[in-house]
């Protein structure tokens, strides 16, 4: 059928305070990532990887922004 998977590129950056980064900015930056690619097919992880300075709750805000907002649009998708 033509479709394929996309591995995201997540920039690690956004998960570094020091960087001026809270939780509403990682969830902003995750849903805009899910708007751009879809919910679907898109495995979305960090473009370097994790380089130490990330925060710990950041990561877990990114992982559960990606896990409900995907949910939520896959719902809508099919409504």
């Known amino acids: 059928d033509g479709r394929c998977g996309l591995q995201g590129n997540y920039d690690p950056r956004e998960l570094i ?18 708007d751009a690619l879809g919910p679907q097919r898109l495995i979305a992880n ?24 995907s949910e939520e649009l896959i719902k809508k998708a099919s409504a």
């Open 17 to 34: 305070e020091e960087n001026g980064k809270t939780a509403e900015t990682v969830k902003e930056s995750a849903k805009e990532l899910l």
């Open 46 to 69: 960090l473009g370097e990887g994790l380089g130490g300075k990330e925060s710990p709750e950041l990561v877990s805000v990114f992982i559960d922004t990606i896990h409900s907002y």
